[in-house]
């Protein structure tokens, strides 16, 4: 039981003063970076598989 209070206390200590936390603006920042890659991403795909899809309609000739 000692070696898991100690782990537990060692674990605090490391979490509450050694870790650097970003800030609330750095958070905000990293969020909309996010964002907006992944917006970017998901129209790229979007607009790959309508090309393709269109491509297929027309090679293949189905509705």
């Known amino acids: 039981m000692e070696k898991l ?7 605090y ?7 650097s936390w970003p ?5 905000q920042e ?4 996010v964002l907006v890659t992944s917006g970017i991403l998901a129209l790229i795909i ?5 090309m393709c899809s ?3 309609k027309n ?3 189905v509705w």
């Open 5 to 11: 209070t100690l782990y537990l206390k060692e674990s």
């Open 13 to 19: 200590h490391e979490l509450v003063k050694n870790v």
């Open 23 to 27: 800030t609330a603006a750095q958070l």
């Open 30 to 33: 990293s969020t909309i970076v």
């Open 46 to 50: 979007f607009l790959m598989d309508v």
């Open 54 to 56: 269109t491509f297929f």
């Open 59 to 61: 090679i293949y000739g």
